[in-house]
């Protein structure tokens, strides 16, 4: 077990830092990898039980460290599961990148932590992964959350431009701190809060030669679109979580409810940006806890297929 310390980047910020962000990264976690179709899969648990509980997918170009301290909060009485996807955080790179595999990399790491129909919780591109997860591996998981994820029905979740993903791929850095001053949420979004931004930015790098480099793996970005024939066969119960600046518009909103399952329960998010654990983390908490509590069956293991 690892006992994590809030970061030198998050520290020397100058900005006050409460509690319970310090409590969150402090909490013991242990990070386990596993082998998917050739590549080393690494994956961060939060263990408070023998096998229920939560995996949580990151968005992307994002990682798992993205979840440190919103997992805390959901790992009170349950297992919690935070992946890397390869190609991002500390995962492996492969030479190409599909939905599909991802998904089979959260399904092996969830039955590699030992866990009994965990809930699948999908930020972004994350929320499509969880999706295809849970309709391809259909009972392994007992209910999802898609948290502001448009399911690639909006534009402004379109992969960068080519030569805009090999820019912001090979940029290097001089410092830590250069780096992070230089990190950028994609699509942006006001009202960050600072601290937690920073701990972002920071575990989102690697040092090699004394230069710091971003960890994702700029040719994530190519990759085909979900097929609505699969994400069609999703299993439920189902929540939408829409951040009222976020990617999912009003419009957005109502094309997805017309293709989720009809009892599918929607939750907004007021105020928050498309990044919601970055500008409104306690709201995404209060969110999560709240369906969890009234799921009970989706972290017991119940078979609902």
Same mark, same amino acid.
């Given at each position: ?48 039980? #023998?096998?229920?509980?939560? &995996? !949580?997918? @990151?968005? %992307?170009?994002?990682?798992? /460290?993205?979840? *440190?301290?919103?997992?805390? $909060? ?116 006001? #009202?960050?809060?600072?601290? &937690? !931004?920073? @701990?972002? %930015?920071?575990?989102?790098? /690697?040092?090699? *030669?004394?230069?710091?480099? $971003? ?91």
């Amino acid at each position: 077990m690892a006992s994590l310390q809030v970061p030198r980047a998050v520290a020397e910020s100058g900005h006050g830092i409460p509690l319970w962000f310090r409590r969150c990264l402090n909490v013991s976690v242990v990070t386990r990898e596993v082998q998917v179709a050739g590549a080393l899969v690494r994956y961060r648990m939060w263990d408070h039980s #023998d096998a229920d509980g939560v &995996v !949580l997918v @990151h968005g %992307a170009y994002a990682h798992a /460290r993205w979840w *440190d301290h919103i997992a805390p $909060w959901l790992a009170e009485d349950r297992r919690v599961v935070a992946i890397d996807l390869s190609g991002h955080g500390d995962s492996a790179w492969r030479k190409r990148y599909d939905l599909e595999t991802w998904a089979r990399e959260v399904a092996i790491a969830a039955e590699a932590a030992g866990m009994v129909r965990p809930l699948l919780i999908g930020h972004s591109m994350g929320g499509t992964v969880a999706a295809l997860a849970s309709a391809i591996y259909g009972s392994a998981f007992s209910g999802l959350i898609l948290v502001d994820s448009s399911m690639g029905t909006a534009p402004t979740n379109a992969p960068l431009p080519q030569r805009d993903r090999a820019l912001v791929g090979s940029k290097t850095y001089a410092t830590l701190q250069t780096a992070v001053e230089n990190f950028r949420l994609r699509p942006a979004q006001d #009202d960050n809060v600072e601290f &937690v !931004l920073r @701990h972002i %930015a920071a575990e989102s790098l /690697r040092c090699a *030669d004394e230069t710091w480099s $971003w960890k994702f793996d700029p040719r994530t970005a190519i990759r085909d679109p979900p097929s609505q024939a699969v994400l069609d066969r999703m299993r439920g119960p189902v929540a939408l979580l829409r951040s009222e600046y976020g990617i999912v518009t009003r419009h957005v909103r109502d094309e997805l409810l017309a293709r989720l399952p009809d009892d599918t329960t929607l939750i907004e998010l007021p105020g928050a940006g498309h990044h919601s654990m970055i500008d409104q983390p306690l709201a995404l908490v209060a969110a999560l806890r709240t369906l969890l509590a009234v799921w009970p069956h989706t972290v017991a293991g119940a078979d609902r297929s």
